[in-house]
């Protein structure tokens, strides 16, 4: 096992290489530069060439990923020092918030998306999976269908839709919780898992049920197929023939195969919400990380993209990392050699 994931960790060098390649040559293919538009006025050619020249926009384009990758000082043989580069860890400033480096856009908004994204990723496991396996257990009973009823109308209304409507039910007219913002103010435990102060927990409850009840009713439709499927297999029914109680059956046999296929879609789906969710952070007004993964492009701010894409690269990496060690976990008959 040690050996597939350092392997698996090498891997991702490549991979993540290519995606800075792709993204790089893609931003810069987009018609329009960052610095044509300040706000809703056009700004002098001779500004936008004095800024184009600042950031190195006006070197070859070769020559700018050389920078991106390893330094201005390293691309330049030493006759302009700068950026560190990324295998500095320093992914450059941002062309649209002046005076703010990528590093700290992404350090001031990805601790308000991981927690949410935690928070939003726990009501929708531990419910979703939980009311699948009754359902699948609890087939053509009155159970199964309620609980295939909740799931598909959580899957049918979208965040745009629950969001707004949360908060004119629960925050401007039963006065339950605030209509936005974040309780950021509240302490955090090792920088992004939120210790339990009522300021926090008030701000967090609407966003998060708006962001993980349909993330909870695609688990739950998940869920109640896959053990459904596993329930019929012959390795069930021959353990039911020697006796095992249900509760062992189920439990030991049954729900750990029927897992796989939920976990495969925890991977990427955990990773989404860990970087950032735009519709409802924007929704309740989050300071998060997820409104730069779409302005940004629209700004046609280079390093912000290429920052976030990577981020979100890193996320994948991790995820799938996670969820292929769970599936040895899961079925010991997974053998990485």
């Given at each position: 096992m040690t050996k597939y994931i350092i392997r698996r960790i090498f891997w991702a060098i490549p991979v993540l290489f290519l995606v800075?390649?792709?993204?790089?040559?893609?931003?810069?293919?987009?018609?329009?530069?960052?610095?044509?538009?300040?706000?809703?006025?056009?700004?002098?050619?001779?500004?936008?060439k004095n800024l184009e020249a600042k950031y190195h926009l006006d070197w070859?384009?070769?020559?700018?990923?050389?920078?991106?990758?390893?330094?201005?000082?390293?691309?330049?043989?030493?006759?302009?020092?700068?950026?560190?580069?990324?295998?500095?860890?320093?992914?450059?400033?941002?062309?649209?918030?002046?005076?703010?480096?990528?590093?700290?856009i992404i350090a001031s908004g990805l601790p308000i998306s991981a927690q949410l994204g935690f928070l939003a990723m726990a009501i929708a496991v531990i419910p979703g999976i939980l009311l699948g396996v009754i359902a699948a257990l609890r087939q053509n009973t009155s159970v199964d269908y309620?609980?295939?009823f909740v799931a598909i109308l959580g899957a049918s209304i979208s965040p745009v839709v629950l969001g707004p409507a949360l908060i004119f039910i629960f925050a401007l007219e039963l006065n339950w919780f605030p209509v936005a913002r974040w309780g950021a103010s509240a302490p955090f435990f090792l920088g992004f898992i939120p210790v339990p102060t009522a300021k926090f927990w008030l701000h967090a409850v609407?966003?998060?049920?708006?962001?993980?009840?349909?993330?909870?009713?695609?688990?739950?439709?998940?869920?109640?197929?896959?053990?459904?499927?596993?329930?019929?297999e012959d390795y069930i029914r021959t353990a039911r023939a020697k006796?095992?109680?249900?509760?062992?059956?189920?439990?030991?046999?049954?729900?750990?195969?029927?897992?796989i296929p939920v976990v495969t879609v925890l991977g990427p789906m955990f990773a989404a919400v860990l970087t950032g969710t735009f519709v409802v952070e924007q929704l309740f007004a989050i300071p998060g990380l997820g409104r730069h993964f779409i302005t940004s492009v629209g700004n046609r701010d280079y390093?912000?993209?290429?920052?976030?894409?990577?981020?979100?690269?890193?996320?994948?990496?991790?995820?799938?990392?996670?969820?292929?060690?769970?599936?040895?976990?899961?079925?010991?008959?997974?053998?990485?050699?």
């Open positions: 800075a390649l792709v993204v790089f040559v893609l931003v810069r293919a987009i018609p329009g530069g960052p610095f044509d538009f300040a706000g809703d006025k056009s700004l002098p050619p001779t500004i936008v070859p384009v070769w020559q700018q990923f050389c920078a991106y990758l390893l330094g201005d000082k390293i691309c330049t043989l030493g006759k302009v020092s700068g950026s560190g580069g990324l295998i500095q860890g320093d992914l450059g400033p941002s062309y649209r918030y002046r005076g703010r480096t990528v590093n700290e309620f609980a295939t609407l966003p998060t049920v708006a962001l993980g009840s349909s993330l909870a009713a695609r688990i739950t439709r998940l869920t109640r197929a896959s053990l459904l499927q596993v329930v019929r006796g095992l109680r249900e509760r062992a059956v189920i439990m030991r046999h049954a729900l750990k195969n029927s897992l390093p912000v993209v290429l920052g976030t894409t990577l981020l979100y690269g890193v996320a994948i990496v991790i995820a799938n990392l996670v969820v292929d060690i769970t599936y040895a976990w899961l079925d010991p008959r997974i053998r990485y050699e």
